[in-house]
């Protein structure tokens, strides 16, 4: 079976690094001729079939003109193509997509940009992905809630062969639980390292973590708190707003490489998730497997995710967040519970474990295509 990769948008985040992880996995199966097409971003992904044809697209409509009316002429002699992106197009050659981004289908979300460019590019997404969906052999989800949304906005996509494979974690992050201390061993000298490792954007509501904990710092608890991760460009002034007077309890990193980031995550006491639009929260799977007692966002796949392996609050409410954390603080015993459950059950998130099932999927959709084809064609 001759399989194509189509990883013209993956070209940074969580796309790449899924492609990259399964990558590792799938190239070792027999029976099977797997081809990557896609930029010079692909040059990162181990593959013996690379066809690195372009480079950056200097639009998103010029790369979507490019996938819908170029791309599939180059992959029309495959049995079958597998499309993460999630905006591959053709009705010559079967193809597998993937649901990958909320945003591109939550209005409540996606609305809390402004009206700009980006509010757009999701806008026009999600015309694009539809139609993809619409046209596959079949939609990979990456979460059970991403599944019921989408197909509950769109009902027609409920007769698509379906399947929610989770994404994996790298074992570089595992770590067991640390025996939680009561908040009488922290100081002002040695406070409660608190970590929050998410790109800086509308959704994720840093400035909502960054409120709770100022005021818990009024009321004398020595905690201070971590930011790790890019920002959204059109953040920049708000985030220096709102760190103003921050400087010797709240610590922005900005983005660290792979390594540091690793090591963040080792080092600190517990870990806050605040984001209100995700469809696997890998960065959540990240903390969990790093033995980090949890305080998570309870909208979205998240309660799925964590299961009751963490404490839950509203993002939105400055005062659910301030609540919740101060009860993190005062019960180790609630800290060492939760820190142990979701450590348990982010060994059930492995990358190979993702690889099997993706494979097993787009061989099971390519043979039936063969089938199918084999019957058309009998006299």
């Known amino acids: 079976m001759k399989i194509a990769i189509d990883a013209t948008n993956l070209k940074s985040g969580g796309g790449l690094s899924h492609l990259k992880q399964i990558s590792k996995e799938i190239y070792n199966s027999k029976d099977i001729e797997i081809h990557l097409f896609g930029g010079d971003w692909i040059k990162q992904v181990q593959s013996e079939n690379k066809h690195v044809f372009r480079e950056e697209f200097s639009s998103i409509f010029k790369q979507e003109y490019f996938k819908r009316f170029e791309l599939p002429k180059l992959l029309a002699n495959f049995d079958i193509v597998f499309a993460p992106g999630g905006s591959f197009y053709s009705k010559k050659t079967p193809y597998i997509t993937m649901c990958r981004n909320m945003l591109v289908f939550e209005e409540v979300e996606r609305n809390r940009f402004p009206f700009s460019f980006t509010w757009l590019r999701y806008l026009f997404l999600e015309r694009i992905q539809l139609r993809s969906y619409l046209n596959s052999k079949g939609i990979i989800y990456i979460s059970e809630y991403a599944k019921k949304y989408v197909e509950t906005k769109y009902p027609e996509l409920k007769s698509k062969k379906s399947k929610v494979i989770y994404h994996g974690i790298s074992n570089d992050f595992r770590q067991k639980p640390k025996k939680q201390k009561p908040l009488e061993f922290y ?80 080092n600190a006491d517990a870990f806050i998730f605040a984001s209100t639009c995700e469809n696997m929260p890998n960065i959540l799977v ?22 009751d392996g963490g404490i839950y609050f509203d993002p939105i409410d400055v005062e659910s967040i301030t609540m919740n954390l101060e009860m993190l603080l005062i019960d180790p015993e609630k800290r060492q519970k939760i820190a142990q459950r979701s450590y348990e059950y982010s060994q059930g998130f492995s990358w190979k474990k993702t690889a099997d099932e993706t494979l097993k999927f787009i061989k099971e959709l390519g043979g039936n295509q063969k089938i199918n084809e084999t019957n058309h064609t009998r006299p």
């Open 286 to 307: 990240e903390a969990m497997s790093a033995g980090l007692p949890i305080l998570c966002s309870n909208y979205g796949p998240m309660p799925e995710v964590l299961k």
């Open 187 to 266: 100081s002002q000298e040695k406070p409660f390292k608190l970590l929050y490792v998410s790109i800086i954007n509308y959704y994720k509501h840093q400035w909502n973590v960054i409120e709770a904990v100022t005021r818990l710092r009024v009321k004398g608890f020595p905690i201070v708190l971590e930011l790790v991760g890019p920002i959204y460009k059109g953040l920049n002034k708000r985030m220096a707003k709102v760190l103003n007077g921050t400087d010797s309890f709240i610590y922005y990193k900005g983005a660290l490489p792979y390594e540091e980031i690793e090591s963040t995550y080792k």
